[in-house]
């Protein structure tokens, strides 16, 4: 009975959207007398009882944080400034918003005694500080109201993910806002936490994400997100550089956030920060099956109560009035717009206007589809609202990445994913960025040539090229991890930001590697006062220097948050080159027992690489020095 009143309901939802058609976009003529002024970073919501857009805050570019409040009407194409009065949020912006419907209360006023209360809701951003607070506005009385910080609440942050889930259509309304990630000015952050809007207290759902934990989106900022009608947070991008982190800027990996774990999705767009994602409705969509509705009933018991509808909160028995979520953006999410490029850029592929990255949910995977219509230049940072029930999405501002310049246009978008074309080209966005090189350099110092030039000194002496073998892979390890180490700074990393730990080990490790051609400066000979001290110190610190330099590449490849091929390829062949030393150094060791058992071996005299015949290409060279042959000090030997 309740499997038959499911597809009926998601039946009539269908019935409700309007023909399947390709996406396409058509701007709204305004009037330029009356509209707002030209910005980024602003909030804009769909207030589906009184067909209108709600746009709040932004920044002018010229450092100028707003806080005003216009209302578009979608039935006449035009704008209002509304009047606000009482106290109001700081202007602000790159901040997370989202649209609160309260089913169980209505607004005052016999005209709108049949509309539920609309909220508009916006929490944390960056104005003239960086902000923690969260503030609702009344949609019909235009009245502000900073809420309570009670429970567990996030740090003050701007740039996060997050939001509201859209309503669906005689669905229930979520009375969750979400917010993940973001970034104080001084650090990055990794935690989500979600605000409860009837008990008006924030909860924490999932803690810190270690920096080179692959399974989890690192701590990061200025993200493109959206809430699904499913509660699920969709994450792409962002800059994880600086703020006592490392990583790429913008990166482009997506992420999905279930309630209790994250999921990494694949990745195929161009990298960004400051874009927008949005859900997008399809019609034809198959209809939910009972496994989709015990899926949700078992994701709705694990996090607790946070929808509500005319019902109260939802359970068993009203998840038949959900039969709409996968339908109503429940599956396909729009990503929109952004900065590809920052100080790390050095080349990427530039996204065109007309193509559209649409996530599939169902699979992970990316469809780069064509939209058709008058389609808005690509910009960075644009205000989105959506509408789950009729499948349109608005756009409004940005900068123009063409130009640089800021809009104030208005453009919509209405289709079906399922019915829009692939793009022609159809190949995924490309992209290098410094710490990619810098990754290269520090690879094949650290990896190859400075392992290689510790192992041949070790173990294979009896060559009479060992020596010149051993000098060239140190000098050009040591050469590439100083270039490395310039070319992540030139990427924009700041000094201030070495201190966390991939960047401590590796500047130690540089530093103990620079070490060893100065303690060959100063090398006694065999027998010489101070020999016994400085092999120690020699030995010592070269094999400190190849360890925290293999190490800290294998920290890197988790940094660069780059494909799981990478990071799996250099622990194979970590792996194997330790495999290898093992063999290697059980057979060393048997020789030396072998050797110190033969009756010649207390006979032979000791050598010195310096003077020793057999070496003597390894670098004598001409002239004296206080009486004695000047003998070209060797370079590091990290054995």
């Known amino acids: 009975m309740r499997v038959s009143l499911l597809l009926s309901v998601a039946f009539l939802s269908v019935l409700a959207l309007p023909s399947a058609t390709k996406l396409s976009w058509s701007r709204l003529q305004t009037s330029a007398a009356n509209q707002p002024s030209p910005r980024r970073g602003a909030a804009l919501v769909h207030d589906a009882f009184t067909e209108q857009l709600f746009l709040f805050g932004g920044s002018d570019g010229e450092s100028v944080a707003l806080n005003d409040v216009w209302v578009f009407q979608l039935n006449n194409q035009s704008w209002r400034q509304l009047n606000v009065t009482g ?7 790159t901040f997370v918003y989202g649209l609160y419907v309260n089913s169980s209360s209505s607004a005052s006023g016999s005209s709108t005694a049949a509309r539920p209360t609309r909220v508009l809701v916006v929490a944390t951003g960056q104005g003239s500080a960086v902000f923690s607070d969260i503030w609702a506005l009344d949609l019909d009385s235009v009245t502000w109201r900073q809420l309570p910080q009670a429970g567990d609440p996030p740090n003050t942050v701007y740039g996060s993910a997050g939001g509201i889930a859209p309503s669906v259509p005689g669905g229930p309304h979520s009375s969750r806002f979400w917010l993940s990630h973001g970034f104080s000015s001084k650090r990055r952050y990794s935690t989500t936490h979600y ?19 692959a399974t989890g989106p690192h701590s990061r900022c200025i993200v493109s997100s959206t809430v699904m009608s499913d509660e699920r947070i969709v994450m792409y ?19 999905t956030f279930d ?23 399809s019609p034809l969509l198959s209809l939910p099956t009972s496994a989709d509705m015990a899926a949700a009933a078992a994701q709705e018991a694990m996090m607790g109560p946070g929808r509500t509808g005319s019902g109260g909160i939802m359970g068993p028995d009203s998840l038949n009035q959900t039969a709409g979520l996968r339908v109503y953006g429940g599956r396909y999410v729009l990503l929109y717009g952004g900065y590809e490029r920052d100080k790390q850029t050095i080349s990427v592929s530039s996204a065109p206007d007309d193509q559209l990255p649409v996530l599939d949910l169902d699979n992970g995977e990316w469809l780069l589809l064509r939209a058709s219509g008058e389609v808005p230049a690509f910009r960075g940072q644009p205000a989105v609202a959506h509408d789950v029930a009729t499948g349109r999405v608005w756009v409004f501002g940005g900068q123009l990445r063409g130009s640089g310049a800021l809009s104030n246009d208005l453009y919509e978008l209405q289709g079906d994913p399922e019915a829009t074309p692939p793009y022609p080209d159809g190949s995924c966005g490309s992209t290098f960025l410094y710490p990619h090189l810098h990754g290269i350099f520090m690879g094949l110092a650290w990896g190859i040539l400075l392992q290689a030039g510790w192992f041949i000194a070790r173990y294979f002496k009896r060559s009479t090229t060992w020596f010149n073998l051993h000098r060239a892979c140190q000098i050009s390890g040591l050469v590439l991890s100083i270039v490395g180490l310039a070319v992540v700074m030139a990427g924009g990393v700041k000094p201030s930001n070495l201190g966390f730990s991939h960047g401590a080990i590796g500047l130690t490790a540089l530093g103990l590697g620079l070490l060893q051609p100065l303690n060959a400066f100063f090398r006694p000979h065999k027998g010489e006062r101070w020999r016994m001290q400085w092999e120690w110190l020699h030995l010592t610190t070269g094999r400190c220097a ?18 799981y091929a990478v990071w799996i390829s250099w622990h194979v062949l970590l792996g194997v080159f330790v495999i290898v030393v093992i063999i290697m150094e059980v057979r060393h060791q048997r020789d030396l027992r072998r050797n110190a058992g033969r009756p010649d071996a207390a006979a032979a005299p000791a050598k010195d690489v310096d003077t020793s015949t057999d070496s003597a290409e390894a670098g004598t060279s001409g002239g004296t020095s206080g009486g004695k042959a000047s003998v070209a000090p060797a370079p590091s030997k990290l054995a």
């Open 87 to 93: 106290p109001r949020p700081a202007g602000r912006h």
């Open 195 to 213: 605000y409860d809007l009837q008990a008006e207290r924030w909860v924490l759902v999932h803690g810190a994400i270690n920096s080179y934990d």
């Open 237 to 255: 991008g962002g800059c994880a550089q600086n703020g006592g982190t490392g990583g790429p800027c913008p990166a482009r990996d997506a992420w």
């Open 259 to 281: 309630g209790s774990s994250w999921k990494q999705a694949s990745t195929c767009p161009t990298p960004r920060t400051r874009g927008v994602m949005v859900p997008l409705t």
């Open 546 to 563: 190849v360890v925290l330099g293999a190490a800290n590449v294998s920290l890197g490849t988790f940094l660069v948050q780059g494909p």
